[in-house]
């Protein structure tokens, strides 16, 4: 079972209500998890901007398939299993953060991700904006790196076209090779940054 797919069933549930709560955004509690553990069910409902009745299912599903240990009030950590699949998560995709450049919109937060070779996945990028949307984004930047080059897919060659801007990405990101660069762009942290993830999962 691939990670996304992974995800995806930890999101579904074979009957009843459908949990309040998507897949990226258990993308989201793994990687807060393993930054932050041990971390409370309170803490984590802040982080991730769900309510804690959410984030008490969500925990319920990770711990199902054993990727978290519970530790009482002293919070969650990841498992043995749990670490195996952030570790193989994070060769794959890099969470930036926060961009300080100007980019072509005015929501006041972004949020950047790399995706490890996935250049050649991408077509025209449609399916990892709707993603982003999807998910509370505001707006999408796609961008692939390829040959020292920065590219929009079927758009722009930005190291043509915008070269001190294509220059600053890559001084910021440092991207390799074959990456895709997602940055996300909307009016709270949380918005940008479920909206990086949605359109980053569509690439894993």
């Given amino acids: 079972m691939s990670i996304k797919q992974l995800l995806e069933s930890l999101a579904s549930t074979a009957a009843g209500p459908q949990p309040s709560f998507q897949s990226f955004q258990i993308l989201d509690a793994l990687l807060i998890i393993d930054r932050e553990a041990p971390i409370g069910r309170k803490k984590l409902s802040e982080k991730l901007g769900l309510g804690e009745g959410a984030v008490r299912t969500l925990l319920q599903k990770l711990k199902s ?15 043995e299993k749990g670490r195996m699949l952030i570790s193989k998560l994070r060769s794959k995709l890099i969470p930036v953060g926060s961009l300080a450049i100007d980019l072509p919109w005015s929501y006041p937060e972004n949020y950047a991700i790399i995706v490890r070779d996935s250049a050649l996945k991408l077509r025209r990028g449609l399916e990892q904006r709707d993603e982003a949307i999807r998910a509370g984004a505001k707006a999408l930047l796609i961008l692939s790196y390829l040959d020292g080059r920065l590219l929009m897919p079927s758009v722009s060659d930005l ?31 949380i918005e940008a940054r479920r909206g990086a993830l949605a359109a980053a999962q569509t690439l894993l």
């Fill in 65 to 79: 398939r054993s990727l978290i240990d519970v530790r009482g009030k002293g919070g969650c950590i990841l498992s």
């Fill in 159 to 189: 190291t043509s076209e915008k070269p001190e801007f294509a220059a600053r990405i890559i001084e910021l990101v440092r991207p390799r090779n074959g990456d895709v660069i997602l940055i996300a762009g909307g009016d709270t942290e």
